[in-house]
């Protein structure tokens, strides 16, 4: 751990190795964050203008999505240069400040690890490709030309895999006359994790961000790594036009002996670090396996099963959330994970749909569903993080024409529906919905111009309703969704039962309402949130509270306390030892 880092919490987790089981972390999207430099993209001055902000919510982490050398094909996620910063956002000696300033905030700074893949103009592919007995050729994951067919020709793909950006997952290389691999961009080829060549210089370089001073990573598809030997084809599904590879990609056969070296090689002996691997598709047993402090692998994962609930038969085609749907979902990962392992907590991310707009009701209720979706989501067993703007209630954008967006996934989507047949509107319809554009518009910081984010023209619309969400209307303000943030966050630090508790669901009559009570040993915390735009009353008379539940620490003023729960209705109710008022000061 940095000498710098001036812990905030004084728990005694804080100065563990485990100090993460009590900390919040704050995901920062850097190109949508702040611009200092009034080029319409947010940078690392930026981010250091900003860190009071982080602050004043009080959290513990910032994970910085990718700031390194890029051609920005997936927006960073496409590394030309692991040890360098791209322009676009600033230098190493950027970096080095926000490190310092971060940390004497009390700040740690989490890295976004892309080792799946790289960018085909980092030096390696670039050597890699140059030559079939290229010594680097083994880096990647080439092929010839399917069995029977000519390379180049439509099917001579050497399997039927999809890209996660449409289109095949194989690109022919025509210098080579071979395919090479990569499950996203053509311009993301993946790396050949059989090589151990290739793991010995992602340590190399890993290791290098740490002696650096970063506090740790979160990794990219890190669950994608390790492949099925013979790369098979996969089931065509319904409406898909290729192969699902996933079975055969995700999970595979070595990830953990990969993970468990990466952590010899790379962490042994070092501590105060944290790592989070996201994980597309994974099981609980898996996710289990991957976090059991044990096996020494990762301290958690993302999951996605609560992300993809409104998936309907494509990701664009998405369905109605079923009425309980998210609490069912957060529940079973919280018992599931109750005895080895342990969670990430997110409602959102650079990827996914704002929360409010997918799981709340932005239109009718915005502010009490943004903060009981917050109040149901912090105070379970796990790790919150924070996507950038969901503190502040930010919303979906109104993505209603093609050009409105920007990213790749969603670009190749388009064309590639369109040129089916499928109807443009309704196309569009069902992206405006699920787009990763969404959460990626400008924080909104004031009603001034462009949000305050930019004093050019930002590189992605500003969404039109700054003009009432925005930081400076919320910051300090009494009642706002920042400030019922700000007392989550500091509520997580004033009681280990939040941070290290049980967790059991309380069946309260309607699967709308999420209450559960965390417990350690005679403390106890009491979370009831109605998450529908319904009064709705529990089974038993919220006039008298569940016995033995203690006193109101915290509610999202949505109700008026009486026996039934107002729409969108947050209440937490603690014993009197379970929380540590001269930690968490005044709550609201
Ligand atoms: O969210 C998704 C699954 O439906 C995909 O959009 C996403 O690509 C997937 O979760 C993997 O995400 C990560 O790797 C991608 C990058 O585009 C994403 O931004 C990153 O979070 C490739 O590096």
């Known amino acids: 751990m940095s000498q710098q880092l001036q ?35 947010g940078d690392l001055r930026g981010v250091i203008d900003h860190l009071d902000h982080l602050e004043t919510l009080g959290v513990d982490v910032v994970w910085l999505s990718p700031i ?17 910063i791209d322009p676009l956002f600033g230098t190493l000696d950027d970096f080095d400040e926000l490190l310092e300033q971060a940390h004497s905030r009390g700040i740690r700074v989490v890295m976004d690890l892309v080792v799946n893949h790289t960018s085909d103009e980092h030096a390696w592919f670039q050597e890699s490709r140059s030559s079939l007995d290229n010594p680097k050729r083994d880096w990647y994951i080439w092929r010839p030309a399917r069995p029977g067919t000519v390379a180049g020709e439509p099917g001579a793909e050497p399997n039927n895999w999809g890209s996660f950006f449409s289109g095949p997952a194989w690109d022919l290389d025509e210098a080579t006359g071979e395919y090479y691999l990569h499950l996203f961009h053509r311009k ?23 002696d650096r001073g970063v506090d740790g990573f979160r990794m990219d598809v890190i669950n994608l790594i390790s492949k099925v030997p013979g790369l098979p084809d996969g089931e065509v599904h319904p409406g898909e036009l290729f192969g699902d590879g996933f079975p055969f990609y995700a999970f595979g056969p070595r990830l953990h002996e990969f993970l468990q070296e990466m952590h010899r090689e790379v962490f042994d002996g070092r501590h105060g670090f944290m790592t989070v691997g996201e ?113 502040l209630g930010m919303t979906n954008a109104p993505l209603t024409r093609i050009d409105d967006y920007r990213d790749v996934e969603a670009v190749n989507y388009y ?90 669901r309380l069946d309260a ?67 009197p030892g379970a929380v540590d008022r001269d930690v968490a000061g005044a709550l609201d």
């Open 509 to 575: 009559g309607d699967p709308a309402i999420f209450a559960y009570r965390r417990a350690l040993g005679e403390e106890s915390v009491l979370v009831i949130v109605n998450l529908s735009s319904e009064r709705l009353t529990p089974v038993w008379a919220l006039g008298d509270p569940v016995p033995g539940a203690g006193e109101l620490v915290l509610s999202n003023g949505a109700g008026d306390g009486g026996g039934s729960l107002a729409p969108w209705e947050a209440r937490v109710l603690a014993t």
């Open 7 to 41: 812990l905030r919490t004084t728990s005694p987790l804080a100065t563990s190795d485990d100090w993460w089981k009590q900390a919040v972390v704050y995901q920062v999207y850097p190109r949508s964050f702040a611009d200092s430099d009034a080029d319409g993209y």
């Open 279 to 391: 994980a597309p598709g994974a099981t609980i047993d898996q996710a289990r396996l991957v976090t059991d402090p044990a096996r020494r692998e990762l301290d958690m994962v993302f999951q996605f099963e609560h992300v993809d609930l409104d998936h309907g038969e494509l990701k664009y085609r998405p369905v109605p959330l079923e009425r309980g749907a998210l609490a069912a979902s957060l529940t079973k990962w919280q018992e599931g994970l109750a005895e080895h392992g342990w969670n990430s907590l997110y409602l959102g991310n650079h990827d996914q749909p704002r929360p409010v707009s997918r799981f709340g009701d932005d239109r009718d209720h915005w502010r009490e569903s943004a903060t009981a979706l917050a109040t149901a989501l912090h105070l379970l067993r796990g790790t919150p993080y924070v996507y950038q703007g969901e503190e």
């Open 415 to 504: 064309a590639e529906r369109t040129a089916l047949g499928e109807d443009p509107t309704e196309v569009l319809a069902g992206m405006s919905v699920i787009s990763r554009d969404n959460a990626r518009t400008p924080v909104q910081w004031s009603d001034g111009p462009e949000a305050g984010f930019t004093a050019g023209t930002p590189w992605i619309e500003v969404n039109p309703n700054a003009a009432s969400i925005n930081a400076a209307a919320q910051v300090g303000v009494e009642g706002s969704v920042f400030e019922h943030y700000r007392a989550l966050i500091a509520l997580r630090h004033a009681s280990e039962v939040i941070a290290l508790g049980d967790f059991e």
């Open 188 to 210: 993301q080829p993946d790396l050949n994790w059989e090589n151990p060549e290739v793991r010995a210089a992602v340590h190399e370089m890993m290791r290098w961000w740490l």
């Open 68 to 84: 390194y050398r890029s051609p920005q094909a997936d927006n960073g996620y496409d590394i030309s240069d692991y040890r360098d």
